[in-house]
Every structure is written in structure tokens, then in C-alpha cells.
């Protein structure tokens, strides 16, 4: 398959704060490609030089043979985006929404009524189209504001974080619409901070940190670069102190590395049965009860935590 995207050293800076350093990709037409990072790792920003929004500091990118520097009306053509923040007008229908801003787009007549109703079976709302926007959970929101997105049929669709804030039915919802997107043909660049929603979308993952994309691959490619391990997962309660634990269990041989996210510990070592004895000890001796443990295979989680020395949702 040809590249639809082609990124060559894309520079972004604020002032003094280069939010964007440097990064080269290139995504395959029909392929989901998923940036994986930590909020304020440059994601929203690379979205943005891509689609036009901001011009890069330095480097360009090409989308369906157009750069985003010199032809950047050829690049809006070709692309959809579906931002962090809804697009849409409370009071007026889904049906309503979607015929407006097709006419944004210079759609009109029937070829417009068409597309609204096609749109509407994409996203799964053809029996609520009539109802008010302020009527909607979150979720169907979130599925309005990618139908604006797929109005023109855009031939590469941007997705940045399109299930923050929203419930797991919602969020279920979306990752299953973008596989049956891609399922009929769309190229999707999708950004994201959950691991599980790049390990489950993505044909290909690029995890960007600071600014800097220090991988690339599928999830097997990636996984390779962090050796034969597994992590420990272990739940403990709300009111105790995780990173004292974390910082004992550092001290335990053969832990590689050990890290908080959301009060859930993560211990990552060669063999987790070595281990499991010792973590429980360490917890033991500081009154800290384990409420539950589970072991993983290597996934992205730990190759983020491999690359950076963190985790990806500190």
C-alpha cells in the first residue's frame, strides 16, 4: 500500500518550548496509526500542523501527495478531523448538525441529504437523528462529532483523544465505530493516552514523548524492545501511600522497574512468580493491603515505562 501521510522532521515551537521536535513518520493508506503519550507530549500539537491549524516551525508533511505548508487548501480537502472539543450546536438536531456543517464543506441538494443519511448509519444514530444535541449522553455527542468529521469523505480521518471524559459504555461505543471505519476503507491517525485503546485499534503504534517520537512499530515490533517480561499489577486501596511501595519494591532483585498510575501499582520483571512472594512481603511489612494482582505479558505499558523511565499516565 502507498503512504497517504508522509511526516519529514516536523519542528513545533512556542517562543523558547519546542513542543514538537524533530518527528518523521509515515502512515499507509487503510492503516489505523495510533501516537501513544502522556498528556502534553506534543500529540495535539503534531494533529494540528498536520491539519493545517498551525504551521510548523520547521520540516513539512504531505498528505495525499499535498504539503501542509504550500498547499494546505489540498491537504484540508483530503483530511477529516475530529478534535478533543465538540463542534456542535446544542439546540439543533443531529440531522440538523450534520446538514449545517456539510454545507460548510459546499455540500448542497440531494447529494447533501444523501450523505447526512449515510452518515447518520455510520455512526450508528439514524434512530435519534431527530432529537436535540442536549438531549445526548456524552458518548452519542462524541459520535456527532465524528460524523462532521466523515461529511466530505476525507480520504485520512485525525482522531485526537476521541474518548476523554466519557463513560466506558460511550468509549466502547467509538473504538468499535473507528474498527468499522477502517473496516470500509478509512485511514485513521488516532492519539491517545490509554495503552488499551492503542494495543486494541492500532496497526501501528508511534509513542511520542516531550515532543520526540522515540518509537515505532506494531505492538509485537515494540514489545520486543522491552525483552522477555511480565508485569505485576497490584491494586491497593484509595487512602494508601503508593509510592512508598514503589520505592520498596525497587529495591527487590530482579524488579525492573516499578511505577503509580491511578493507585494501581505496575512491577515489571523478568518473571513475576520470582517476585510475587516478595512484592507481597514488602506491602505486608508496610500494613498496605494488596486488594488484588494481576500478571501481564509484555504490552505498551511496559515498553513506554522501558523508553522512558515512567509511566505513560503519571
Known amino acids: 500500500m502507498a503512504n497517504i501521510l508522509e511526516v519529514q522532521n516536523l519542528t513545533k515551537n512556542y517562543g523558547d518550548f519546542p513542543a514538537v521536535k524533530g518527528i518523521s513518520f509515515s502512515i499507509k493508506e487503510g492503516e489505523i496509526f495510533s501516537l501513544l503519550g502522556p498528556n502534553g507530549a506534543g500529540k495535539t500539537t503534531t494533529i494540528s500542523m498536520l491539519s493545517t491549524l498551525y504551521a510548523p516551525t520547521s520540516g513539512n508533511a504531505t498528505i495525499a501527495g499535498h504539503s501542509v505548508t504550500k498547499q494546505p487548501m489540498d491537504v484540508r480537502n483530503a483530511i477529516g478531523v475530529i478534535p478533543q472539543d465538540l463542534a456542535l450546536y446544542e439546540d439543533l438536531s443531529a440531522r440538523e448538525n450534520l446538514t449545517f456543517w456539510g454545507q460548510m464543506y459546499g455540500l448542497s441538494g440531494a447529494s447533501l441529504k444523501n450523505r447526512v443519511e449515510e452518515v447518520l448509519g455510520q455512526i450508528g444514530l439514524v434512530d435519534k437523528a431527530k432529537d436535540r444535541i442536549k ?25 485526537d483523544e476521541p474518548t476523554v471524559g466519557i ?7 467509538i473504538l468499535d465505530t473507528v474498527k468499522d471505519l477502517n473496516k470500509q476503507g478509512m485511514t485513521v491517525l488516532y492519539t491517545t493516552h490509554y495503552m488499551e485503546e492503542a494495543e486494541e485499534l492500532s496497526d501501528r503504534v508511534g509513542i511520542i514523548d516531550h515532543g520526540e517520537l522515540i518509537a515505532i512499530g506494531t505492538q509485537k515490533e515494540l514489545t520486543k524492545q ?12 484509595e487512602n494508601e501511600d503508593p509510592e512508598a511501595l514503589v520505592t520498596a519494591f525497587k529495591g527487590i532483585k530482579d524488579v525492573l522497574e516499578a511505577n503509580v498510575v491511578d493507585h494501581e501499582i505496575s512491577v515489571i520483571t523478568h518473571s513475576a512468580k520470582d517476585v510475587l512472594a516478595s512484592v507481597v512481603m514488602k506491602a505486608n511489612e508496610r500494613g498496605i493491603k494488596i486488594h488484588s494482582i494481576d500478571i501481564r505479558e509484555p504490552n505498551l505499558e511496559a515498553v513506554f515505562l522501558h523508553l522512558t523511565g515512567r509511566a505513560l499516565r503519571d
Open 135 to 159: 438531549t445526548y449522553s456524552g458518548g452519542m455527542k462524541r459520535r456527532v462529532n465524528i460524523g462532521v468529521g466523515l461529511l466530505h469523505k476525507p480520504k485520512l480521518l485525525f482522531m
Open 167 to 173: 463513560d466506558p459504555q460511550s468509549r466502547r461505543a
Open 226 to 237: 522491552v525483552g522477555e517480561t511480565e508485569t505485576l499489577i497490584l491494586h491497593i486501596g
